[in-house]
């Protein structure tokens, strides 16, 4: 029964992995002689069961030859195998392939004419060999021998996954073929027993089984889906098998007796409803669990580009952006750690990283060696080189390049995965999907990044531009202050003695210390005049000083007309005295009218007149006008300041009219008590 078992187990393994594998990729050499090679195992392992089966030398005769045949069909495929696996490809010529079918079809008819061996018996005892036993030895020995030589050296010349490929697949030939020659050739031929036949399905399963291993963990031919529905229908059979033959044997003995046909047909139409509704629930079941297994690291692509597009498109900003897609990536397809490199004009200005117990740095060296790859490098399939020792030292598993427009935008790098798997061909295509669109979605951020770090600088030179001004016009308030100050007091310090020059001067002039003659009474009075011009202009610095200082306050309330003139006698003495300076034909005319509630008095003389350009200067502190026809005006320019001063303190108004060539009028207003 256990013979039965694993020999069932076998040949069902062998015939699923080879139909699955052939229709995964029909066009592959490869997978085509992989699907005659296990089918023609699959055929010999029932084909050798025979053997120890049969009761009469004539069928047990029969079997040997057609397994002798089988033995020399398996010796070819697996050389063809070899020859393609893993490029997928031969260069083999058609006067190639006439030899090896040729010789192969040739001793196969030596077989079934009993030239190879010329007798059996029954029950494993074991076979006499003819005449062209050596040449199957010689045969297996160029072809299965061959296979092995052509395995070996690809072995020794691959690397990476290729070579892991390679190393299960050379393991379980290995193992298999040697066991098969054991027990199947030598036992037979010199021992004269076949007793040990019957553990050729255990040789295979161990064959089955590397190639198994290599799918599920290093992509061998890119069947794991195969191998996965393998397993669950062939346990779902089993189980069916066994349940329903219990079920099937307990029913009966209750229920079937050879008298009641009726009740036969009864429990066979129970069993096959219950195998019906059954059946779906179960399957769905093994699936689950087999996927368990052999897709416990699996992942929604779809799901996981689409929740990366979201993160991509929701910030601008670089941090989250990077972070967020490392941070993805690492928790869908567990990985052990992961960095975004960024490049800038050959550079590394930056490295974003998740999970490094400390950034990872790289030197210039190694960057442009990593960056002289135009593919994703795996380590896996990377020969020994100084990039791989790169990516060895940094325990990297796959390196992808982000590029924007044929720019080097910088380099994913991604750790070992959690479950120590290698990188699957599910996960080389995210990472290939990923790269262009995490590149242009890192160089949008890199732009948002610059045009923010620009004005934050912008906004600190703004910050600090504006700290000087203020410092400066503190300093410049001061300075000011400092100078009224001093006018203040220069201005008091200058009347006194001023006062005392103009009472003498008016003593002398007005004969007290005796008479003078006339020429020195002409110095004498343009002395008095300009002393007393000085005083005038002691005065309004003075006042200017007491405006600026808040020592002169205006207190608005009823008055007389007569005596507002009176008391803006100033105001008026100034305007008065410009308009006559400037006044060289004409006259000047003072009028006063009410208009919205304002008293308005205006100054119009018929002189030169100024210029637009000119005009704003007139009320700003020691400012005058330029022009030849304020040549002769002389003046200290503190007149108008002053007048503006106090009006404007009276909450009134000043300004002027003025067209060069035609004169001009002073408007002051001030308003009118409610």
């Given at each position: 029964m256990f013979?039965i078992?694993?020999?069932?187990?076998?040949?069902?393994?062998?015939?699923?992995?080879s139909?699955?594998?052939?229709?995964?990729?029909?066009?592959?050499?490869?997978?085509?002689?992989?699907?005659?090679?296990?089918?023609?195992?699959a055929?010999?392992?029932?084909?050798?069961?025979?053997?120890?089966?049969?009761?009469?030398d004539?069928?047990a005769?029969?079997?040997?030859?057609?397994v002798?045949?089988?033995?020399?069909l398996?010796?070819?495929?697996?050389?063809?195998?070899?020859?393609t696996?893993?490029?997928?490809?031969?260069n083999?010529?058609?006067l190639?392939?006439?030899?090896?079918?040729?010789?192969?079809?040739?001793?196969?008819l030596?077989?079934?004419?009993?030239f190879i061996?010329?007798?059996?018996?029954?029950?494993?005892g074991?076979?006499?060999?003819?005449?062209?036993m050596?040449l199957?030895?010689?045969?297996?020995?160029?072809?299965?021998?061959?296979g092995f030589?052509?395995?070996?050296k690809?072995?020794k010349?691959?690397?990476?996954?290729?070579?892991?490929?390679?190393?299960?697949?050379l393991?379980?030939?290995v193992f298999?073929?040697?066991?098969?020659?054991?027990?199947?050739?030598?036992?037979?031929?010199?021992?004269?027993?076949?007793?040990?036949?019957?553990?050729l399905?255990?040789?295979?399963?161990?064959?089955?089984?590397?190639?198994?291993?290599?799918?599920?963990?290093?992509?061998?031919?890119?069947?794991?889906?195969?191998?996965?529905?393998t397993?669950?229908?062939?346990?779902?059979?089993?189980?069916?098998?066994?349940f329903?033959?219990f079920?099937?044997?307990?029913?009966?003995s209750?229920?079937?007796?050879t008298s009641l046909?009726?009740?036969t047909?009864g429990?066979?139409?129970?069993?096959?409803?219950?195998?019906?509704?059954s059946?779906?629930?179960?399957?769905?079941?093994?699936?689950k669990?087999?996927?368990?297994?052999?897709?416990?690291?699996?992942?929604?692509?779809?799901?996981?580009?689409?929740?990366?597009?979201?993160?991509?498109?929701?910030?601008?900003?670089l941090?989250?952006?990077?972070?967020?897609?490392?941070n993805?990536i690492?928790?869908?397809m567990?990985?052990?750690?992961?960095a975004?490199?960024l490049?800038e004009?050959?550079l590394?200005?930056?490295?974003?990283?998740e999970?490094?117990?400390?950034?990872?740095?790289?030197?210039e060296?190694?960057?442009?060696?990593?960056?002289?790859?135009?593919?994703?490098?795996?380590?896996?399939?990377?020969?020994?080189s100084?990039?791989?020792?790169?990516?060895?030292?940094?325990?990297?598993?796959?390196v992808?390049h982000l590029?924007?427009?044929?720019?080097?935008?910088?380099l994913?790098?991604?750790?070992?995965?959690?479950?120590g798997?290698?990188?699957?061909?599910?996960?080389?295509?995210?990472?290939?999907?990923?790269?262009?669109?995490?590149?242009?979605?890192?160089?949008?951020?890199?732009?948002y990044?610059?045009?923010?770090?620009?004005?934050i600088?912008?906004?600190e030179?703004?910050?600090k531009?504006?700290?000087?001004l203020?410092?400066?016009?503190?300093?410049?308030?001061?300075?000011?202050?400092?100078?009224?100050?001093?006018?203040?007091?220069?201005?008091?310090?200058?009347?006194?003695?001023?006062t005392?020059?103009?009472?003498?001067?008016?003593?002398?002039?007005?004969?007290?210390?005796?008479?003078?003659?006339?020429?020195?009474?002409?110095?004498?009075?343009?002395?008095?005049?300009?002393n007393?011009?000085?005083?005038r202009?002691?005065n309004?610095?003075?006042?200017?000083?007491?405006?600026?200082?808040?020592?002169i306050?205006?207190t608005?309330?009823?008055?007389?007309?007569?005596?507002?003139?009176?008391?803006?006698?100033?105001?008026?003495?100034?305007?008065?005295?410009?308009?006559?300076?400037?006044?060289?034909?004409?006259?000047?005319?003072?009028?006063?009218?009410?208009?919205?509630n304002?008293?308005?008095t205006?100054?119009s003389?018929?002189?030169?007149?100024?210029?637009?350009?000119?005009?704003?200067?007139?009320?700003?502190?020691?400012?005058?006008?330029?022009?030849?026809?304020?040549?002769?005006?002389?003046?200290?320019?503190?007149?108008?300041?002053?007048?503006?001063?106090?009006?404007?303190?009276?909450?009134?108004?000043?300004?002027?009219?003025?067209e060069?060539g035609?004169?001009?009028?002073?408007y002051?207003s001030?308003?009118?008590a409610?």
């Amino acid at each position: 029964m256990f013979t039965i078992i694993v020999l069932l187990t076998a040949v069902c393994g062998n015939l699923f992995i080879s139909l699955f594998t052939l229709l995964k990729n029909p066009k592959s050499a490869t997978n085509r002689l992989f699907f005659m090679f296990t089918f023609v195992i699959a055929v010999y392992l029932v084909s050798n069961y025979q053997i120890n089966q049969q009761s009469t030398d004539l069928t047990a005769f029969f079997w040997v030859k057609l397994v002798m045949c089988i033995a020399a069909l398996i010796n070819i495929f697996f050389y063809l195998l070899v020859a393609t696996f893993p490029k997928q490809r031969t260069n083999f010529t058609f006067l190639s392939y006439v030899i090896i079918f040729g010789t192969t079809f040739g001793l196969m008819l030596a077989s079934l004419t009993g030239f190879i061996f010329i007798s059996a018996k029954p029950y494993g005892g074991g076979g006499i060999p003819g005449p062209a036993m050596p040449l199957f030895l010689l045969h297996t020995v160029i072809f299965l021998g061959g296979g092995f030589w052509v395995l070996i050296k690809k072995f020794k010349h691959s690397f990476g996954i290729e070579k892991i490929q390679i190393k299960l697949f050379l393991l379980g030939a290995v193992f298999m073929f040697l066991s098969l020659l054991v027990t199947n050739l030598l036992f037979v031929l010199i021992f004269k027993t076949s007793a040990f036949i019957d553990l050729l399905p255990v040789y295979t399963l161990i064959f089955v089984t590397c190639i198994s291993y290599a799918i599920i963990k290093h992509r061998f031919l890119d069947i794991r889906l195969v191998v996965a529905r393998t397993v669950s229908y062939t346990l779902l059979i089993g189980l069916f098998g066994l349940f329903y033959a219990f079920l099937f044997a307990i029913l009966s003995s209750l229920f079937i007796s050879t008298s009641l046909e009726l009740r036969t047909v009864g429990v066979s139409t129970t069993l096959a409803l219950v195998m019906a509704f059954s059946f779906q629930p179960i399957r769905r079941l093994l699936e689950k669990i087999t996927d368990s297994v052999f897709y416990k690291e699996n992942y929604d692509i779809n799901k996981l580009l689409y929740n990366l597009a979201l993160i991509m498109a929701s910030t601008l900003r670089l941090e989250e952006v990077t972070h967020g897609i490392l941070n993805e990536i690492l928790d869908k397809m567990r990985i052990s750690k992961g960095a975004f490199i960024l490049i800038e004009k050959d550079l590394v200005f930056d490295i974003k990283s998740e999970k490094y117990k400390q950034v990872p740095s790289f030197s210039e060296e190694e960057i442009k060696i990593l960056d002289q790859s135009h593919s994703t490098l795996i380590f896996d399939e990377l020969e020994e080189s100084e990039l791989k020792n790169i990516l060895r030292k940094q325990e990297l598993s796959v390196v992808a390049h982000l590029r924007t427009e044929g720019k080097q935008v910088g380099l994913l790098i991604l750790g070992n995965k959690l479950s120590g798997d290698i990188f699957t061909e599910q996960d080389i295509r995210l990472i290939e999907i990923l790269t262009p669109e995490a590149a242009i979605a890192i160089q949008n951020a890199k732009a948002y990044e610059e045009i923010r770090r620009f004005n934050i600088t912008l906004q600190e030179e703004v910050n600090k531009a504006t700290k000087d001004l203020q410092e400066a016009n503190i300093k410049l308030q001061e300075l000011d202050k400092l100078k009224d100050e001093f006018v203040s007091l220069a201005s008091h310090e200058l009347r006194t003695p001023m006062t005392a020059i103009k009472g003498s001067l008016s003593t002398i002039l007005d004969g007290y210390t005796g008479q003078i003659n006339a020429s020195t009474k002409e110095f004498l009075t343009a002395a008095f005049n300009e002393n007393d011009r000085l005083i005038r202009l002691v005065n309004n610095l003075l006042n200017i000083s007491r405006i600026e200082a808040g020592r002169i306050t205006f207190t608005i309330t009823k008055i007389d007309l007569d005596k507002l003139i009176k008391e803006v006698k100033e105001i008026l003495i100034n305007l008065i005295g410009n308009a006559l300076k400037f006044t060289h034909q004409g006259g000047v005319t003072v009028s006063v009218f009410e208009k919205d509630n304002m008293i308005t008095t205006a100054v119009s003389d018929t002189g030169h007149g100024i210029a637009k350009e000119d005009q704003d200067l007139l009320f700003k502190k020691f400012s005058q006008v330029k022009g030849s026809y304020a040549k002769q005006s002389g003046g200290t320019g503190l007149g108008l300041y002053i007048s503006k001063k106090m009006i404007e303190g009276m909450k009134g108004n000043i300004w002027l009219e003025s067209e060069v060539g035609k004169g001009s009028t002073f408007y002051f207003s001030l308003p009118k008590a409610l």
